[in-house]
Nanobody
Framework: QLQLVESGGGLVPPGGSLILSCAASSGYYYIGWFRQAPGKEREGVACIGSGDGFTYYADSVKGRFTMSRGNTKNTVYLHLNGLEPEDTAVYYC???????????????????WGQGTQVTVSS
């Protein structure tokens, strides 16, 4: 079964940057990044298509976060720039192995989830 492993979280000051990675054990899939802060619902922040380079971002991160694929294609990255305290959350990547049309930042589109990585933005 496909497995996803996230890494790259940490503590950064406001205005800082981080790069999160999501490594898939096999294959190329539509990948989404989500985050969940304490007491809040899970929020979709970005996604990338399986092979056409399509990317999409939530308004809350547009212009600050960038998603890309590595040379091996089965690793994706989320570049977080201009971090704000409101970005503090556990960040999860997720894969859509079933296909079909659903809103690209809806958690219901994705069926395989990683374990999450903590991002804390604080001075």
């Amino acid at each position: 079964q496909l497995q996803l492993v996230e890494s790259g979280g940490g503590l950064v000051p406001p205005g800082g940057s981080l790069i999160l990675s999501c490594a898939a054990s096999s294959g190329y899939y539509y990948i989404g990044w989500f985050r969940q802060a304490p007491g809040k619902e899970r929020e979709g922040v970005a996604c990338i298509g399986s092979g056409d380079g399509f990317t999409y971002y939530a308004d809350s991160v547009k212009g600050r976060f960038t998603m890309s694929r590595g040379n091996t294609k089965n690793t994706v990255y989320l570049h977080l720039n201009g971090l704000e305290p409101e970005d503090t959350a556990v960040y999860y990547c997720a894969a859509d192995t079933r296909g079909g049309w659903q809103p690209v930042l809806s958690s219901t589109k994705y069926d395989i989830w990683g374990q999450g990585t903590q991002v804390t933005v604080s001075s």
